[in-house]
């Protein structure tokens, strides 16, 4: 099973009430599709991220089903309001109850 080694979140620290604030999150997966076969002809299982969620301060903002088509270390873009200060927390899980988490602070002014 593969296993998240890095997580790299790009967003800003802090932003002005009311800006729309971009965030881009890559999650290293290797997200193997269950479609291929070693050399011998076994199945390689499938092992994917299925499900990422970010809250603001416990309020889910965006969520997304992934499936067996997306490639390895997957790249999701979204944005969202600077209402109030506080923590974005990243969450995602997969196959075989992978599942993990990270989360930033966000400065409002």
């Not at 076969?37 to 903002?61: A, L």
Request: charge should be neutral; hydrophobic fraction near 35%; proline fraction near 4%.
């Amino acid at each position: 099973m593969a296993k998240t080694s890095r997580t790299l979140v790009t967003m800003p620290a802090s932003a002005k009430k009311g800006d729309i604030i971009e965030i881009r999150i890559i999650v290293q997966h290797d997200m193997e599709s269950g479609f291929r076969h070693t050399e011998t002809g076994q199945r390689i299982p499938r092992d994917i991220i299925r499900d990422f969620r970010c809250t603001y301060n416990g309020v889910e903002i965006f969520r997304t089903e992934l499936h067996p088509g997306m490639g390895a270390n997957p790249m999701i873009i979204f944005t969202t309001v600077a209402a109030e200060s506080g923590t974005l927390e990243f969450k995602w899980s997969g196959d075989d109850g992978y599942a993990s988490s990270t989360s930033r602070k966000l400065v409002v002014t």
